[in-house]
């Protein structure tokens, strides 16, 4: 059987998108997005996003996010941009669209050529909504982190998916492959956790590395740096209320940190290619 796909990227953060609004997510899908996600012996992504119809009253699609390793994601802040793309360039050009996903509904305004803004919610940094064990209630702000043989000081923050941020000197030099799996699999993250390491280099710019639960380092994460800007606003590091510029290693994100830790988030979206797969 064919499968048409887009392949779409917001900094570098590619995914497969598949239309099923009529269809519905294919029954195999972890499977699936397993074999298509293999770099050089498949299409190659960080995994396949299904756009689904909605569930919300008013909502223009439902977004579900299948990871490389299979399993299912609440939220992508890249991913959300270029369903918002894809919906624009097939037949729904509107200036706003509201897309549910499992963190709730998200309403994405187009800002220019391939260019949207995310109202990403509210963040909290409480060991509940992450879930998070062994650390008390929280806030989770800027504590001590046994990480095998090493010792973190760490942010948890959850921005409808759970993140830990770290800040390090020189975010370049570190190797995520053998640092990352010793926080995604932590005893204190049940559900596992994202993981964001950054260099500050002033109050309004950041370099950002990301070791994804269920993916590896990917070169951008949309909730990861909405996390990672919520935390150094809680550290007092980044200003409230200010575009803070954060780069990673696939391209630029803009967040902003508004009243009520309601988050913005300001990125690009692009199509890389439309096919068909044999599955």
Request: glycine fraction near 10%; proline fraction near 4%.
């Amino acid at each position: 059987m064919k499968l048409s796909f887009t392949k779409m990227q917001g900094c570098a953060n590619d995914y497969i998108y598949l239309d099923c609004r009529t269809s519905g997510v294919p029954e195999d899908i972890a499977a699936l997005s397993q074999r298509l996600s293999r770099r050089h012996f498949s299409i190659g992504a960080d995994g396949i996003i299904c756009i689904c119809a909605p569930v919300t009253a008013g909502a223009d699609a439902m977004m579900r996010i299948f990871n490389a390793d299979g399993s299912e994601g609440k939220m992508c802040g890249n991913g959300i941009r270029c369903v918002a793309e894809w919906l624009y360039t097939h037949g729904m050009a509107k200036p706003k669209l509201a897309i549910d996903t499992l963190s709730g509904l998200k309403t994405v305004a187009r800002m220019g050529e391939g260019l949207w803004q995310v109202e990403m919610g509210t963040y909290t940094a409480m060991a509940a909504a992450l879930p998070a064990v062994n650390m008390g209630e929280g806030p989770l702000v800027d504590l001590p982190l046994q990480v095998e043989e090493n010792l973190w000081r760490v942010t948890c923050i959850s921005v409808g998916n759970p993140h830990c941020v770290t800040i390090v000197p020189d975010v370049d030099s570190l190797k995520l492959e053998q640092i990352g799996p010793g926080f995604e699999h932590h005893e204190n993250f049940p559900e596992r956790i994202n993981t964001e390491f950054v260099q500050v280099v002033d109050a309004t710019h950041l370099k950002m590395r990301v070791w994804e639960r269920g993916s590896g380092e990917t070169w951008a994460c949309g909730t990861g740096t909405c996390a990672t800007v919520a935390a150094l606003t809680e550290l007092g590091i980044c200003p409230a209320g200010e575009d803070v510029h954060v780069q990673l290693r696939g391209g630029e994100l803009t967040i902003r940190v508004l009243p009520g830790k309601q988050l913005l988030m300001t990125g690009a979206a692009e199509t890389v290619c439309e096919g068909t797969t044999e599955v």
